[in-house]
């Protein structure tokens, strides 16, 4: 068969051995004549908050309830425990992009990764029961990230399912679905805080602010398998099977170095994120001197705000013609907002300080502060309450969705309409893996040196992803 260029809007003739016309369609004409089903759509917006919610559910908590449960602990073996469940997805996640990519399925590994992280949050409200709790809750995290990994499902779902001029808003939908679950799990955890540390028993069980979290996940987890195996339908509208596929029907090639690109902005974005929501428990008992339960509670309440900016943006964003902006731009928004954290965070040496170290024998269960062994809090600076306020609200609530949605719904566009299983996979992996890069590192930095160079990491790495973004703007 030999090609002609010819220019068309939307059609190649070409021309066969025989010299018979045919006329190639690009893939997106033919799938600008799907329909989107919006039932099942919304379904999987809500399981992706659902996934939200049992990722960071426990962010704000972890501290406390790993201190009353084995002193033994410290700040760096927090940072292990909250990387554990990102470590989990990141071992599960091109599992279940494969599992996709193979069967074409999405129910089955929602309801079995739904299982799998139902037995774990179970788990986490049984740590009581068990001598050396703190490995215990390690492997429970890992498990729960092992089973939440099905987000790359969902995700593949959110971009498959949807046809070329609905796929912004199921993505910026689905991501704002994530994020509100991953604002939504600290507050919810921020909730229970007046049933006590203490709390009762009920038999064996032991029924307190950290517990009964874990024990309301476990339901919530049930009943979405239900609601999977009963009204979600897979109707994969956004894409064209190459075995199926007429033959005059063209699918392009996509961009390997724009697709790795999106990945790195969209690791950038779950390191800043994890980060700020980590260590805004132990950050404000230093900053402000509260103790552990008014940390949860008073962050809880900045983290529903925050929450609240970054679901109407995304809802914004999928539904008005800002949506329609350049991602790029929009991601370079995003980026900007969250270097606007790094800079009015870092402890200039015109704040008020020293820091404030724990009064002799008290705990932070009862009293807020520096431990003894951060010798950093001499010479450390206090970002003023109002400041932290506003990033924490504002600069993280506006960033959030601009990066986010937009850098994935891009790298669904680089795909183009094919399976997206394994790349979709590779996606999710970088999602996961990120908050372990970022808990370790901040979390070892935080007791090492302070919440300074903190910043300054976050700083870099958020001005790498403007680099790339500049160099590759064409691709």
């Given amino acids: 068969m030999t090609r002609v260029s010819i220019a068309s809007r939307s059609t190649t003739q070409v021309f066969d051995d025989n010299g018979n016309e045919k006329h190639e369609f690009s893939a997106s004409e033919v799938l600008d004549h799907m329909e989107t089903d919006w039932r099942s759509m919304w379904i999987s917006i809500f399981l992706q908050f659902v996934v939200g919610v049992q990722v960071s559910v426990y962010y704000m908590s972890m501290w406390p309830y ?28 091109p599992l279940y992009g494969y599992w996709n990519q193979r069967t074409m399925s999405v129910k089955m590994p929602v309801i079995i990764g739904f299982l799998i992280a139902a037995v774990a949050q179970m788990w986490y409200g049984l740590l009581s029961l068990f001598s050396d709790a703190k490995w215990f809750m390690l492997a429970a995290r890992v498990v729960t990230g092992f089973g939440v990994g099905n987000i790359a499902a969902l995700r593949i779902y959110a971009a498959t399912a949807s046809t ?45 602010m950290f517990t009964v979290v874990a024990f309301l996940m476990t339901i919530v987890l049930l009943a979405a398998c239900v609601i999977v195996h009963f009204f979600f339908n897979e109707n994969y509208v956004g894409i064209i099977d190459e075995n199926e596929k007429e033959s005059n029907v063209v699918i392009p090639k996509y961009d390997l170095i724009g697709a790795l690109t999106c990945i790195y902005l969209f690791m950038t974005v779950n390191i800043i994120a994890t980060n700020i929501e980590v260590m ?33 943006l995304n809802i914004i964003l999928g539904s008005t013609r800002l949506g329609k902006l350049d991602k790029r731009i929009q991601m370079l928004i995003g980026l ?33 502060g520096c431990y003894q062994t951060y010798e950093w809090c001499k010479w450390t600076t206090r970002v003023p309450l109002s ?35 394994n790349m979709q996979g590779l996606f999710s992996l970088g999602g996961s893996l ?33 680099i790339l973004i500049a160099v590759f703007y064409k691709r």
């Fill in 164 to 208: 070329p001029k609905d796929r912004m808003k199921a993505i910026s939908y689905g991501t704002g679905g994530y994020v509100l679950g991953i604002s939504f799990g600290p507050v919810l955890s921020a909730f229970f805080t007046p049933l006590g540390e203490n709390g009762w028993k009920l038999g064996f069980l032991q029924i307190n």
């Fill in 387 to 421: 400041i932290y306020l506003i990033c924490f609200i504002v600069f993280f609530g506006v960033a959030f969705p601009f990066v986010e949605s937009p850098s994935a719904a891009l790298y669904s566009e680089i795909l183009g309409p094919r399976k997206q299983g």
């Fill in 434 to 466: 990120a908050p372990v890069i970022g808990s370790l590192t901040s979390t070892a930095l935080f007791q090492a040196t302070g919440f300074r160079y903190v910043m300054v990491y976050q700083a870099g790495i958020l001005v790498i992803g403007a």
């Fill in 336 to 368: 900007g907002f969250f270097l606007l954290y790094q800079v009015f965070m870092y402890p200039w040496k015109f704040f008020s300080g020293p820091l404030d170290f724990l009064p002799a024998g008290k705990d932070t269960d009862v009293a807020g």
């Fill in 280 to 312: 805004s428990t132990p950050l404000t008992t230093v900053l402000f001197d509260w103790k552990d339960s008014q940390s949860i509670l008073y962050n809880g309440i900045a983290l529903c705000c925050s929450c609240v900016v970054s679901v109407a």
């Fill in 66 to 93: 790993l201190q009353k449960l084995d002193k033994t602990a410290d700040v760096d073996f927090l940072g292990w425990i909250i990387a554990s469940c990102n470590i989990g997805s990141t071992i599960s996640n």
